[in-house]
Every structure is written in structure tokens, then in C-alpha cells.
């Protein structure tokens, strides 16, 4: 009896996970670990959220199997918010079905669409279930860079022309985890026109749409005219409402990569727990001050953190949307490479970065740092680091202090 598993053999081991280890051995011990590694957010969803679950909660006929696709007050919600973020008219019953957070909604697309042998284009580096997904579920993955610029549609161009067999699907991710790198909506109406040329679908991953910075409210693709003929989009409440552990996402858009994806769906799950949806409807059509209230938190800890960072050494360029800062390795310390600078960072600063090698080959050279512990959790943060980095003979700034 073999145990080499045909779709274990795909996946190499999670280099992440390496980190993560040494971070709950350490915090096991007892150490203070500044954990700055995971995208999860510190701070409680509204009150009015956490009250519309209990009182679901209590009610008798609330406990058995819910919809797999989403209870109809839910998506209507999703549907709402639609109109009045971006303005997009959206069928709840054919053009919105609801996931457990965005990973479950991508991979169970990619279970639905992708045969084996299918190429999919993903950006390089890109948080994994955009290229792991797919390679569970048999594709072969093509990497394009997640630089918005001309080199990013040359190279769509080459992965059409001396790809076989042509690609089908591409994926998109912006503001993009973990560079937090940011499109305007020009960006998604050539990549509309361009995807209608080549008959490709496109996945696009729009789960920090509320955490923006630069004053420009972020797109969504489904904002160009037409584009539900070959996009759907991924959106979650994990960020925008500090709801990550609720596990709440939806996708919303092409109809026929809807049904798909609920035709699977129906035979892997009966949705989330109902009073979870129904909290998620409060979240969606009550008060929102609690997402300007995140964006500027977030929007103050990035500039806590560049700024402190900055003056321990390390120069870090400033994010324009999402809650990480994707970050260089300080020069002296290149050859290191993520991984070691990462492990290095935990032993000797007690600090939790994520390796950019995680996220793909072209995450080299990078850590993501994420923003979730509060203000001077981010300063003791940079005064570690700082006698870290004195430590291994880096220079940091004479004035000041982290």
C-alpha cells in the first residue's frame, strides 16, 4: 500500500509553517513574542455583530444544516453592498453565493473548474491558495509578476503565445497579499478586454477592498461594464470587520462560474453555522463606522511602523492598501535570505515576520509584516529589532531612538 500520495507529492512543504512552530515553541516557553506574522486582526467585530449571533444563537431552530450557497437575507446583503460600494447590480439568487471566508470560496472554485493538465496564471509572489488551490486540484500553475505595469501584460501576452495548452484561467489579487500592491480601474478594463480576447476567466481576490490609505477608494473588477461575462470576485469580512475566525466570505459575479462553484459546494458543505450568517447580515446592512474606524487604525499603525522601524534601521516602504507592509531585507543582511532572517528575527528580536519565500520564488528577498498589534506593541517591536540589527553590525540612524 503506497503513502505517496498523488496530490501530496505536489505540495512542498509550507516554508511558513517552519516559523510558525518555532513561534508557539517559543511562546510555550514562556517567551513575549511580537507576533507580527499572521494577518489576523487583534481587535473584537462590532457589538451590534457579536449581539445579532446570540440572539440567533438562542433560538431552537437555529442549530441544524443551513444553505450551502448562503441564506437569502445574506446574499441580498452582499448584493447591497455592491450597489452602494461600487455600484454593481448583482442577482443574489444566480450571482452571489456565499463561502467560508475566501480560501474555502477559491479552492472550491478551483475544484469546480480546473482538470488536470489545465494552466492557470497566477501571480508570483501571491498568497498560496492562488497557486495551491489549483494544484490540488491537478493544474499546472504559470506565474506572472503582480506589478501592475507593462511587463505584467507582456508577460500575459508570452504565457498565451508559447503556453500549452493555452491558459484558461488567470488570478488576481489586489490590493495584493502580500505586496500590497494597489490597481486603479483602468488596470481592470484592459485586463477585461484583454481576457475577452483570449477567452480566460478571471479570478480576482479583492479581500483588503476596505483597507485603503492613498485617498482612493479601492475598485473592484466588476465595476467595468461586462466584466461579469468573465470575472468573479472574492470578498470576505475577516479584515473589514475583524471577523477573520467567523470564517464569512462571498463570490460574486459570472453566473456560470457561480453555479459551478455551489454545484460542488452543495456536495462538500451546508454552509456556515446560521447564526453566523445572520451576524454577517448585521455586519453588512447596519452601522459602518467600524470600517473607517479599521482603515484609519490600520492607516496609523502602517505609519507607527515605518517610521519606527525606519529610525532602528530598517527602511520599509510605506503600504498603500491591506494590512501588512511587505518589506526588503535590510542590505547588509540580503544573503541571509527570508527564511533565515525571519527565524533569526523570532530567536534573537522575539519578533514573528513572515518569510517572503512563502509566498513564492519571487518573494525572495521579503518579509510581510502585519500590522495587528497595537502602538507600542509596533515600538517595542523596532527597539528589538534595532539591538538585533546592532548586533549583526548593521549601522542604524545616530538620532533618535525606536
Not at 474555502?104 to 494552466?119: K, N, Q, R
Amino acid at each position: 500500500m503506497s503513502e505517496e500520495f498523488y496530490r501530496m507529492k505536489r505540495l512542498p512543504p509550507y516554508v511558513i509553517a517552519e516559523v510558525n512552530a518555532m513561534r508557539a515553541a517559543a511562546r510555550a516557553a514562556g517567551e513575549d513574542i511580537i507576533d507580527l506574522g499572521m494577518g489576523n486582526p487583534d481587535l473584537p467585530p462590532p457589538d451590534h455583530v457579536i449581539e445579532k449571533l446570540i440572539e440567533v444563537a438562542r433560538k431552537p431552530g437555529a442549530h441544524g444544516y443551513s444553505q450551502s450557497k448562503g441564506i437569502p437575507g445574506l446574499r441580498r446583503a452582499q448584493a447591497n453592498y455592491y450597489a452602494r460600494r461600487f455600484g454593481v447590480e448583482v442577482d443574489p439568487e444566480s450571482e452571489v453565493v456565499v463561502t467560508m471566508g475566501s480560501k474555502e470560496g477559491l479552492a472550491s472554485l478551483a475544484t469546480a473548474i480546473t482538470a488536470p493538465g489545465d494552466v492557470v496564471l497566477a501571480p508570483n509572489p501571491s498568497y498560496p491558495i492562488h497557486t495551491f488551490g489549483f494544484i490540488i486540484a491537478g493544474a499546472t500553475i504559470r506565474s506572472v509578476p503582480t506589478t501592475p505595469d507593462e511587463n505584467y501584460f507582456r508577460s500575459l501576452d508570452r504565457a498565451m503565445a508559447f503556453t500549452v495548452p493555452r491558459p484558461s484561467i488567470l488570478v488576481v489579487n489586489y490590493p495584493s497579499n502580500p505586496t500590497a500592491e494597489t490597481v486603479d480601474l483602468a488596470f481592470y478594463k484592459r485586463l477585461v478586454a484583454w481576457a475577452k480576447e483570449n477567452k480566460v476567466w478571471i479570478l480576482s481576490d479583492l479581500a483588503y477592498s476596505e483597507l485603503y490609505y492613498d485617498g482612493n477608494p479601492t475598485p473592484s473588477i466588476l465595476q467595468v461594464p461586462g466584466a461579469k461575462d468573465v470575472a468573479i470576485e472574492f470578498t470576505s469580512l475577516s479584515k473589514t470587520y475583524s471577523m477573520a475566525g467567523w470564517r464569512m466570505g462571498f463570490a460574486v459575479g459570472n453566473k456560470s462560474l457561480i453555479a459551478a462553484m455551489t454545484r460542488v459546494k452543495s456536495y462538500l458543505d451546508y454552509g456556515a453555522f446560521t447564526p453566523i450568517q445572520a451576524a454577517a447580515c448585521a455586519a453588512l446592512n447596519g452601522p459602518q463606522d467600524i470600517v473607517e474606524k479599521n482603515r484609519l487604525l490600520y492607516h496609523k499603525r502602517r505609519d507607527i511602523l515605518v517610521e519606527s522601524f525606519g529610525r532602528a534601521g530598517w527602511d520599509i516602504p510605506p503600504a498603500r492598501a491591506s494590512m501588512f507592509c511587505w518589506a526588503p531585507l535590510p542590505p547588509a543582511l540580503k544573503d541571509m535570505g527570508s527564511l533565515e532572517f525571519s527565524k533569526q528575527l523570532l530567536t534573537h528580536a522575539k519578533v514573528a515576520v513572515a518569510p517572503g519565500v512563502g509566498y513564492g520564488e519571487d518573494g525572495e528577498g521579503f518579509v510581510r509584516i502585519a500590522m495587528v498589534e497595537n502602538e507600542q506593541r509596533l515600538r517595542q517591536a523596532a527597539r528589538n529589532i534595532k539591538a538585533y540589527l546592532k548586533s549583526m553590525g548593521v549601522n542604524t540612524p545616530a538620532k533618535g531612538a525606536a
